[in-house]
C-alpha cells in the first residue's frame, strides 16, 4: 500500500519506506519456511516504491535544473 500512497503522497519519504518494509517482508516470508505467503506482494511492493523513488527523483532534478540560471 506504502508504494502506491507514495505515488500521490510525499513520494520520496514514502517511497523510501516501501521499499524497506518490502524488504523486511521479504526476508521474514523466506525465513519462514513456506509458512508465510505474499513474496510476489512484497516484490511488487519493491518495484513500486523504487519506480516512484527514480520518476520522482528525475522530475526534482529536471525541475531544479531548469531553475538555474546559466547566465545567457
Do not use: H
Not at 13 to 28: D, F, G, N, P, T
Not at 41 to 61: C, D, F, K, N, P
Amino acid at each position: 500500500v506504502l508504494g502506491i500512497v507514495s505515488w500521490l503522497i510525499c513520494p520520496i519519504v514514502l517511497s523510501v519506506l516501501a521499499m524497506v518494509y518490502a524488504q523486511q517482508a521479504k526476508r521474514e516470508i523466506d525465513a519462514s519456511a513456506g509458512r508465510i505467503g505474499g513474496r510476489g506482494r512484497a516484490e511488487a511492493a519493491l518495484w513500486i516504491g523504487a519506480t516512484s523513488l527514480v520518476v520522482y527523483g528525475i522530475l526534482l532534478a529536471v525541475t531544479l535544473a531548469s531553475g538555474i540560471d546559466t547566465g545567457s
